[in-house]
């Protein structure tokens, strides 16, 4: 696969690691910054062009044409929807890009872009969660309307002992798995949940403050 990253920062720079790991790929990355190519050229086997990746020149010297899929990794949306549109221009039809502002999404989607939450925005919702919930280790967002989330049950839960279908689960809300002694269970209702087990839950954003809540009885 040709890949081709704009942005030598951090993401740039763990998304070339990962993807020379992964396989027989061909990775370019352009950046304005000289030192970061400098990087990227010592520790990668991947071509680095420092350059400013909004000129088409630029593009032109990276063969973007050629590219299988391009990403855009700045923390500029001005940027990356730029080199995203010349490189839609050039027949790239794989498009992928971090987006900084919620604001930029409808741009992002009109040039149909596959968007990446910007780390720091994730981060942050996930620091709030923490905040909100502490009960709750782990979320993920699933499309627009899901998460799922992992929950442990402490030790002096009174739900450790009852199974999944007397736990007074919200609506649309599931129990997808239970990890246990080291071990992965995928539960049917009856199931029952013991101190120490860690409970994978998927639920309606609606429906997680109640869930939440719940476990903490």
Same mark, same amino acid.
């Given at each position: 696969?040709?890949?081709?990253? /704009?942005?030598?920062?951090?993401?740039?720079?763990?998304?070339?690691?990962?993807?020379?790991?992964?396989?027989?790929?061909?990775?370019?990355?352009?950046?304005?910054?000289?030192?970061?190519?400098? #990087?990227?050229?010592?520790?990668?086997?991947?071509?680095? *062009?420092?350059?400013?990746?909004?000129? #088409?020149?630029?593009?032109?010297?990276?063969?973007?044409?050629?590219?299988?899929?391009?990403?855009?990794?700045?923390?500029?949306?001005?940027?990356?929807?730029?080199? /995203?549109?010349?490189?839609?221009?050039?027949?790239?039809?794989?498009?992928?890009?971090?987006?900084?502002? #919620?604001?930029?999404?409808?741009?992002?989607?009109?040039?149909?872009?596959?968007?990446?939450?910007?780390?720091?925005?994730?981060?942050?919702?996930?620091?709030?969660?923490?905040?909100?919930?502490?009960?709750?280790?782990?979320?993920?967002?699933?499309?627009?309307?899901?998460?799922?989330?992992? /929950?442990? *049950?402490?030790?002096?839960?009174?739900?450790?002992?009852?199974? /999944?279908?007397?736990?007074?689960?919200?609506?649309?809300?599931? *129990?997808?798995?239970?990890?246990?002694?080291?071990?992965? *269970?995928?539960?049917?209702?009856?199931?029952?949940?013991?101190?120490?087990?860690?409970?994978?839950?998927?639920?309606?954003?609606?429906?997680?403050?109640?869930?939440?809540?719940?476990?903490?009885?």
């Amino acid at each position: 696969m040709y890949i081709v990253i /704009i942005g030598a920062g951090g993401i740039g720079k763990r998304l070339t690691e990962l993807a020379l790991k992964d396989g027989n790929h061909n990775v370019i990355v352009i950046d304005k910054n000289q030192e970061a190519c400098e #990087e990227i050229a010592r520790k990668y086997d991947a071509v680095a *062009i420092n350059a400013d990746a909004t000129q #088409e020149e630029t593009l032109e010297e990276s063969e973007v044409k050629k590219a299988d899929v391009l990403v855009a990794t700045t923390n500029d949306d001005a940027t990356n929807l730029m080199v /995203i549109s010349l490189a839609k221009n050039k027949g790239v039809k794989n498009l992928v890009s971090v987006v900084n502002q #919620e604001e930029s999404k409808p741009m992002y989607m009109e040039k149909g872009v596959k968007m990446i939450k910007s780390p720091n925005i994730v981060m942050a919702e996930h620091l709030y969660k923490s905040i909100k919930h502490p009960n709750v280790e782990e979320y993920m967002n699933v499309g627009k309307y899901a998460e799922i989330f992992r /929950i442990p *049950i402490s030790d002096n839960s009174k739900h450790s002992g009852k199974t /999944i279908k007397k736990l007074g689960l919200p609506k649309k809300s599931l *129990i997808v798995a239970i990890e246990r002694d080291h071990k992965f *269970i995928i539960p049917t209702e009856n199931v029952q949940l013991f101190s120490g087990d860690k409970v994978t839950v998927l639920a309606h954003k609606d429906q997680v403050d109640k869930v939440a809540e719940l476990f903490l009885e």
